[in-house]
Structure formats: C-alpha cells, structure tokens
C-alpha cells in the first residue's frame, strides 16, 4: 500500500520522504512505504457522520436518463479514478439516494460534506442485500438546483488508501473572542474559506483550524502559518493572505505622523 505512516515520524523525516517522488510518481506504488496517521492535535473526522453511501448501477447518461432518476428520487452520480490527484478516468455511472445526499450535506454543510471521506456500496437495485461493489471515496463535487435546492448530480472520485487527492479544505477560525484586534473595534477580513492540499487519502483533514486568538490591528495569516499534518503538500503560495484584521498597525499610524 502507498503511504501509511506511523504519527512518530518528524515532520523533517516526512517531507524528506515526499520530495523523493513528483506529482506523478505519487500514483505509482513504491514498496517500501509505511503508513500515514493522524496526528495528535489535528482535527480527525467526526465518527458520528460515519455513513455508508448507498447506491445501485445506471447503464446509461444522458438527460433524459437523469430526469427518470432524479424523479425516483435518485441523484444521478459517477466515481472516478485518481488519475492526477483531481480529475479522474475510468469512470463508473451509478445512481445515489438523494434523500441521503442532501441529510449529510445538511448535517455536514456543502464545503464539509467535500472533504469527507465516505464507505460507498453499490447494490444491484436498493432493495438487494448483495453488494457488487464497495470502495471508499471522497466527493468531488454537488451540484444543487439553483431555485429549488433539489439534488441533481454528484461526483466521487475513489479514495484507497495509495491515493494522494487534491482537497479543498475548509477553514474553521477561532479566538475571536479574544483577539486583540477585534477587542478594539476592528472588523476581520475572511479572503479564504477552504485551501486547497495534496493529501495523502488516509489523512485528509476535515478542517483546519485558523487561531486569530493574537490577531492585532493590521495583522494577517497567510497559508503558510496554517497548522496542518506535515505529510499534506500546500497548492498554492505560502504567501497567499486568509484573513486580515483591517486597519493600520499602531507602528505604522507612528510613522505616518
């Protein structure tokens, strides 16, 4: 199996590990590498949102297809490959309960529901107890109807446990209460709700924690403070702002004068 690691290892030792492959040689399967764990500390996924998505085969696409579904009450869906972490091949069309869907995105919420892997099993017809097939994935995208917020389509994309997948992860802030910032009348800039990250399948984090608890006047976090599993490889600049308390430094009012 690609990647499982034993949380003991240092966050040196892990990205030494990862700068051994590229991008592309993330997919192929190396013999000698151990696990990935979550780590102490980080957040882990909610056991009680653990569910196992039904579903049943759909032979055909198309829209008419999809509108016969969509009125039996199903969601038309496909699982992909991995191919590059992101957009996927070798694709399977099936069909989920859209009653189902639409619960653990409520219970979820949408961004939450993105970044959260789920047991998929898929039946013969919903009232068969043989599974033809089980895998574990992670949704790739929902698509709801703009006026009526009824299901129309879902995407997974197949999460084993050798999969590095490309997740946007959403961003939970904390310590408003008592940012130093705040506390003086400044209103807080959000810039980003998710970042996206190359995750290892068995570690991708539910959310991440964003701590303004120090956030003066003036200060900023960029991505590259985020606190995260050092295994998960940061897609875009480290400099890129997440959120900002507005206003000017007291240093910088100084020199103004």
């Known amino acids: 199996m690609l990647i499982r690691r034993a949380a003991s290892l240092s966050a040196a030792t892990v990205h030494h590990r990862i700068r051994r492959f590229s991008i592309a040689a993330l997919f192929e399967e190396p ?10 500390g980080f957040p882990k996924p909610d056991p009680k949102y653990n569910e196992i998505i039904k579903a049943i085969p ?17 969601a ?3 699982v992909f490959e991995a191919e590059d972490g992101q957009h996927g091949g070798n694709k399977r069309l099936i069909s989920v309960q859209s009653n189902q869907i639409k619960k653990l995105v409520n219970h979820l919420g949408q961004h939450f529901f993105l970044s ?25 995208s929902i698509h709801l109807h703009a006026g009526t917020d009824a299901l129309l389509n879902v995407t997974f994309i197949r999460a084993p446990s050798d999969a590095w997948l490309k997740v946007d992860v959403p961003l939970v802030f904390r310590g408003e209460d008592v940012s130093p910032g705040l506390k003086k009348g400044s209103p807080l800039l959000t810039i980003e709700r998710s ?3 190359l995750c ?31 295994a998960l490889r940061l897609l875009r600049s480290k400099d890129d702002p997440i959120c900002k308390i507005k206003g000017a430094r007291a240093s910088d009012q100084r020199k103004s004068k």
């Open 31 to 40: 013999d000698d590498l151990p696990e990935f764990r979550y780590l102490e």
């Open 58 to 74: 759909r032979p055909k696409s198309g829209k008419i297809i999809s509108a016969k579904e969509r009125a039996a009450g199903r």
């Open 195 to 197: 970042v996206k990250y």
């Open 76 to 78: 038309p869906s496909i």
């Open 200 to 230: 290892p399948a068995d570690i991708i984090p539910p959310y991440i924690d964003v701590d303004i608890s120090e956030l003066d006047v003036g200060e900023k976090i960029v991505a590259g403070d985020l606190k995260v599993h050092p």
């Open 116 to 140: 959260r892997l789920f047991d998929l099993e898929v039946y013969q017809d919903f009232g068969s107890e043989d599974i033809l097939e089980k895998v574990r994935v992670l949704p790739r």
